[in-house]
């Protein structure tokens, strides 16, 4: 294949951090919207608020919502098949190096739904990340089925879910307990009890409110594992073929992924949208379920190869820089993001949970990446790693780390 402008030589780990860090811009979008309770948040659609406010909740579902946190799945796949590469160089045992990776990871997600937010994806990703170690060995071919499998068996019986609420419609008894079924459902999403006690509670009370809360969210939350599994298993077949570090040689592959995820992504997502406008709540909110499933899987590759190809072409731009430098700290910026944004929410801070509405939210995100931005700029001049992601690499290799930039590190695992 003869080279063209997209297929420029990178430095393979710098496409990784800016693609963390932009993974991570999406992600704080709907954790703000979420911990700010902003009124008619995704998927409350049967909430009636402003027309900008809506199209800015349909915009937010269509272009972010579960596309995000799916991409930066596929990012933990791929640093997780660095682990396992970085220890065969070395001669070490693969084992229980990731097992105190991914116990560490499991410690930074329940100090962060005690402390902080019951909506925390670590300890999601630490549950997930044990069962990718049973994956490590498995061949290109299998994994690929795997992917295929973990996306569109979920994919399928969420449809035909979809299906059966539709067709229940056209019974009389079928439709009056499908209108129970959307009243009950219209009140859930304007019910903001648990928000309210969480503007009401002090720090210490909001503890045993998050956990409740979380183990009352535990099952729509494991629910998400068949999708993340799927992106660790793709990330795990691209960090061991070294795809990343070899991207040049890949242009017209990820032209293809960007077109298909794209193309198929947003017309999943056009119809899903469509799907809160003209159906019932239950009907709705199922439709909305498949893209956790299967159109934000999609639309995420399609946004992966989009923005790599992009950094391909002009690695030299300075949004790829800023990218970058938050990616580099994703882990540290994680968790800073709901330090700030419980802060501003609830009762022990600032308490504007309720009170904001999207426009105002999308200020504040902007206003806190930007500060990100320029703490992790200022941080990596000075230290190798961030904080966490410092403490998270003592564990896994179980020895204090190099913390301060007395020379230039590798920052690829």
């Not at 963390?20 to 659609?45: C, D, E, Q, Y």
């Not at 299906?163 to 079924?181: E, I, P």
């Not at 949970?353 to 200022?378: D, E, H, K, M, P």
């Amino acid at each position: 294949m003869t080279q063209s402008e997209d297929s420029k030589p990178v430095n393979r780990v710098q496409v990784l951090d800016a693609t963390r860090g932009f993974a991570l811009a999406g992600i704080l979008i709907i954790n703000a919207m979420s911990i700010l309770a902003v009124k008619g948040s995704t998927p409350a659609f049967t909430i009636s608020i402003p027309a900008p406010d809506r199209f800015l909740q349909d915009v937010i579902l269509f272009l972010i919502e579960s596309k995000f946190f799916t991409m930066f799945s596929l990012l933990f796949g791929i640093g997780f098949a660095i682990q396992i590469q970085s220890a065969e160089r070395q001669g070490s045992s693969f084992l229980p190096r990731i097992s105190r990776r991914m116990l560490g990871l499991l410690v930074f997600g329940l100090l962060h739904i005690l402390l902080l937010w019951d909506g925390d994806i670590l300890v999601i990703y630490a549950i997930t990340g044990s069962l990718l170690i049973l994956f490590r060995k498995v061949s290109d071919k299998a994994l690929k089925r795997w992917v295929v499998g973990l996306l569109a068996v979920p994919g399928v019986l969420v449809l035909i879910g979809f299906a059966y609420t539709l067709l229940t419609r056209l019974t009389t008894n079928g439709a009056a307990s499908m209108a129970k079924s959307d009243e009950s459902l219209a009140a859930s999403f304007a019910d903001t009890s648990a928000t309210e006690k969480l503007l009401a509670n002090t720090f210490v009370q909001g503890i045993t409110d998050r956990i409740h809360t979380y183990l009352d969210l535990s099952p729509l939350l494991l629910s998400r594992i068949p999708t993340v599994l799927a992106m660790f298993l793709i990330g795990l077949y691209l960090g061991r073929t070294n795809y990343f570090r070899e991207l040049e040689k890949h242009v017209e592959e990820l032209r293809r992924v960007r077109k298909y995820g794209l193309g198929i992504g947003f017309t999943l997502m056009a119809l899903i949208v469509a799907s809160t406008k003209f159906l019932p709540a239950t009907s709705a909110l199922i439709a909305i379920i498949e893209d956790q499933y299967l159109a934000g899987p999609i639309l995420s590759l399609g946004f992966a190869a989009t923005f790599v190809l992009a950094y391909l072409k002009n690695p030299k731009l300075k949004i790829f820089k800023i990218f970058g430098t938050v990616g580099q700290m994703a882990l540290t910026n994680y968790i800073m993001q709901s330090l700030v944004l419980t802060f501003i929410a609830y009762g022990w801070g600032l308490g504007y949970a309720l009170r904001l509405n999207g426009f105002q939210v999308l200020a504040i995100v902007l206003v806190l990446y930007a500060w990100q931005v320029l703490l992790s700029t200022f941080w990596l001049k000075h230290f190798r790693y961030g904080p966490l992601e410092w403490v998270w690499r003592c564990v896994t290799y179980w020895k204090v780390m190099p913390f301060l930039k007395t020379s230039p590190a590798s920052t690829n695992s």
